[in-house]
């Protein structure tokens, strides 16, 4: 039986629709004033030279790893610990995902790892900062520039963490921020590349709408997504703040808990808590009726993802249209011989699927909420 109401997330209200009602009045839907609005006020949020809207964070992946000319041959380096698309974008540039393991602060991945993949293939790599919490960006940053291998940072969940003050998604040469209705900045479905790199600028901007010479999209923001983004970003710091607020006071609810630890991201970063991590730290007998018991109460806490190099993308049962870029007979690296899912990562087996649950404490979501949750949880996870 429901005991709590967990507010919904998003909630829009007057703002939204009248910036809705604005687009609607102007006849004008498909990207023009709002979205080049909207795309300068991001880019300043970011700290960046450029921002380009597009449809949704998967058009603005494959678009990264165009801009790049990345292709056959070419190996990117991705987490196993993420949403597909920050590992599929590199098989619809039909080059060959080489996934290496994450790192346990973080869960993001681990600059070692990374480095030990580096091969005279290694085109890009991609790296998602999960859940709001800074991947080890300085690290990766200084591997890519020791290798000179560009950098892509998935920053969907990340709209305003920060390392050292500055702002996520302002480190790698391109960042993704995916607007999906589930994001902190939401607009239903949409995404925003950014990039201080002018020749980059040029060429996504190209890419995004039929562009000239070269093959390209219609990966195109509305009118619509770039009126409702420039609410949310009016409103992001506000709720990134109610959000840190809530993670800050969950980690104290669980200090010496033995069974569930709140993760918080480290000294020198903000993280602004997409949705707050706890890791199971001791076997729980029965964790999924456990967590759907809670499910049942109202309290929203779920498993996050399985690891990526066992999805059928990369293992399917058929040989799709386009082929399978690691069969390639140009291909002669480390996929060449191995299946996807027999690949070991030790901190992603580890902790993926099961040892990390999250919770989403988006605003209105607030202490009194926060208090209730952690005693229904406590009470049921033990
Ligand atoms: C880490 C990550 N990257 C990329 C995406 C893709 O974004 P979109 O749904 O806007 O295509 C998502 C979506 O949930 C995501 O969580």
């Known amino acids: 039986m429901k005991t709590i109401e967990w507010p919904k997330w998003p909630q829009y209200g007057p703002e939204e629709q009248a910036a809705v009602a604005r687009v609607i009045k102007s006849n004008q839907l498909f990207a023009d004033r709002e979205v080049k609005a909207f795309e300068k006020e991001y880019a300043s949020y970011i700290g960046c030279n450029y921002a380009l809207g597009l449809g949704n964070g998967t058009q603005g992946l494959h678009l990264a790893l165009a801009a790049l000319n990345i292709g056959i041959g070419d190996e990117v380096i991705v987490s196993p610990y993420s949403w597909i698309s920050s590992s599929s974008c590199v098989l619809m540039q039909n080059a060959v995902p080489i996934f290496c393991d994450i790192e346990r602060d973080s869960l993001g991945l681990c600059p070692n790892e990374i480095e030990k993949n580096i091969t005279h293939r290694t085109k890009a790599i991609i790296i998602v900062h999960m859940f709001g919490y800074p991947a080890k960006i300085n690290e990766i940053v200084a591997l890519s520039e020791k290798y000179g291998i560009p950098l892509i940072e998935d920053a969907s969940h990340t709209h305003g963490s920060s390392v050292e003050e500055k702002k996520i998604g302002n480190f790698g040469l391109i960042s993704v921020f995916s607007l999906h209705q589930r994001k902190a900045l939401s607009v239903g479905d949409g995404g925003i590349v950014c990039t201080n790199n002018k020749k980059i600028y040029d060429k996504i901007y190209k890419l995004r709408s039929f562009g000239h010479e070269e093959l390209s999209y219609n990966y195109r923001m509305t009118e619509f997504a ?48 997409y949705a707050v991590l706890f890791e199971v730290t001791k076997n729980v007998v029965k964790l999924d009726l456990k967590i759907s018991r809670l499910n049942k109460k109202g309290i929203p806490l779920i498993k996050t993802w399985k690891p990526l190099h066992k999805h059928p993308h990369f293992n399917p049962k058929f040989i799709p249209a386009r082929g399978l870029p690691w069969k390639e007979n140009d291909y002669t690296g480390k996929m060449k011989n191995m299946k996807y899912k027999d690949i070991k990562l030790t901190n992603t087996d580890y902790y993926c699927p099961s040892r990390i649950l999250q919770l989403e404490v988006h605003p209105p979501v607030d202490k009194n909420l926060i208090e209730l949750a952690a005693i229904e949880i406590k009470n049921e996870i033990n």
Do not use: C, P
Request: no cysteine; hydrophobic share 40%; charged share 25%.
């Open 226 to 273: 770039g009126a409702l983004g420039k609410v949310g970003l009016s409103k992001l710091e506000t709720f990134n703040s109610q959000k840190i607020e809530n993670a800050f006071i969950l980690q104290k609810l669980f200090d010496n808990n033995d069974h569930l630890k709140v993760r918080i991201s480290r000294e020198n970063e903000i993280g602004v808590y």
